[in-house]
């Protein structure tokens, strides 16, 4: 089993920046890709960033060039930086990760922290 636990989240300006992160705990040997989502009020969650375990990265259309993913091997964690916040960022993110045994693939899910950006 894997277990998230996504910190980082909450109230902040637009414009300003925030940093949040997701650390994995649990009885595994290795994750796969892990990735970002964030759910805004009424809307369906969306893919924000993902990272391979080659550290290969992509993003939403809506946050390329503001926001970057970056992995910790060592401490099964990723990050997320998120600068030039905007109002259309808020929402619940969400961290995931998948893992694959044999045959089968697994996706695990955070609780969520909550980014609030004011205009």
């Known amino acids: 089993q894997v277990q998230l636990v996504e910190s980082g989240g909450g109230l902040v300006q637009a414009g300003g920046s925030l940093r949040l992160s997701c650390a994995a705990s649990?009885?595994?040997?290795?994750?796969?890709?892990m990735a970002w989502y964030r759910q805004a009020p009424g809307n369906q969650r969306e893919l924000v960033a993902r990272?391979?375990?080659?550290?290969?990265?992509n993003y939403a259309d809506s946050v390329r060039g503001r926001f970057t993913i970056s992995r910790d091997f060592a401490r099964n964690a990723v990050h997320l930086q998120m600068n030039t916040l905007k109002p259309e960022d808020t929402g619940v993110y969400y961290c995931?990760?998948?893992?694959?045994?044999?045959?089968?693939?697994?996706?695990?899910w955070g609780q969520g922290t909550r980014v609030t950006v004011s205009s």
């Open positions: 990272i391979t375990r080659e550290s290969a990265t």
């Open positions: 995931k990760a998948d893992r694959d045994v044999a045959d089968k693939h697994y996706e695990y």
């Open positions: 649990g009885s595994f040997l290795r994750l796969g890709d």
